[in-house]
Structures are given as C-alpha cells and as structure tokens.
C-alpha cells in the first residue's frame, strides 16, 4: 500500500508541475500584449539597452553633487544625474524629480529592473530619485546623488535612511525605445 500512495503522490506531483510549466510558458508567450506596468519579462534587446544605461550612468560615480546639476563637470544633483544619463540614450525625462516621479508608467518594486526609477518622499512630497542598477535576494541597489556623497550606489533596501523613504517605481525606458 505504501508503495502505491508513493506512486501516487509522485504522479500527482509531476502533474502539478506539468500544469504549472505550461501555465507559465502560455503567460510567457502572451507577454508582448501585456502592458508595461504589468511586464515582468524584457526582450534582450531592451536588457542589452538597460545595461548599457546602467554601465554610463556608473561611469558618474564620485562626480558631486550640485544643487540643480545636470553635468559631471559642475555636479549632479539626483534629478540631474537621470536625465543626464538617459539624454544620453535619447531618453525623455525632465530634469526635474517632481516630474520624473510622473513619467513613464509605474511599475511594482519587486519587478524593478536595471534603469527603472525609484522614487523618494513622503505622502504627497517627492524628495529624490535614483536609477536602479539591480535587485537581486539582497535588495535593490540604486545609483544617485546624494548631498553628502555625491554619486553612489546603495542598496536601499536596507538603508535605515532610504528604505522608509521609498514611494514608488517607473519604468521610463520602455515606452522610449
């Protein structure tokens, strides 16, 4: 009898995973009709882009901050360093956080990938903007310009500063390419 329930219970596992796989693979397929907002996968072209804006925009680490800065030469401050970097990739995107915070289209902080951006503040106040570099098991690492560091990455998952400060995220990058 044990040897039955056994077999059992490994058919109807494989059955489950069956079901689960094509369930998936249908979802996948489908993926282009979704909208951005909802999009989790990214053709590789679109990664390749979101590296490559990544990749520049570490290229201003140690540039300092300038209130209302949108140059390495005279500083960055954290609106002026995403629209710098994203001008560069013919990106549309105000030089102003207020604004970013408004552009694109919004999109899940645990589906945030390279080059999305992530939104600071409190209740109805934007305070700041950073250019995602990664999310991975360990949180999200961000790259911005801070007024005491100027530019750095930090994961602000788990920055007691950044973390309760955290609104929202936008996807600015997609509708653009």
């Keep these: 009898m044990k040897g039955a329930a056994h077999a059992l219970l490994i058919s109807l596992c494989m059955t489950i995973i069956i079901t689960e796989a094509c369930s998936?693979?249908?979802?996948?397929?489908?993926?282009?009709?979704?909208?951005n907002s909802a999009?989790?996968?990214?053709?590789?072209?679109?990664?390749?882009?979101?590296?490559?804006i990544v990749s520049y925009a570490k290229q201003q680490i140690g540039a300092e901050y300038h209130y209302a800065?949108?140059?390495?030469?005279?500083g960055f401050d954290c609106s002026g360093l995403t629209s710098y970097v994203m001008k560069e990739f013919k990106i549309k995107l105000s030089p102003a956080s207020a604004e970013q915070a408004k552009q694109g289209v919004p999109i899940s902080l645990d589906k945030v990938q390279p080059g999305d951006l992530v939104i600071f503040g409190e209740k109805n106040h934007i305070q700041h903007v950073a250019m995602v570099v990664e999310r991975n098991k360990s949180g999200i690492y961000?790259?911005?310009?801070?007024?005491?560091?100027?530019?750095?990455?930090?994961?602000?998952?788990?920055?007691?500063y950044w973390q309760p400060l955290t609104l929202y995220a936008r996807d600015v990058i997609s509708g653009q390419l």
């Design 69 to 74: 800065g949108t140059s390495p030469k005279t």
């Design 142 to 160: 961000c790259i911005h310009s801070t007024n005491s560091r100027g530019v750095v990455v930090d994961n602000i998952t788990t920055s007691k």
């Design 39 to 52: 999009k989790t996968a990214y053709s590789s072209v679109e990664m390749k882009k979101r590296q490559s």
């Design 24 to 35: 998936i693979a249908k979802s996948s397929s489908n993926s282009k009709s979704a909208p």
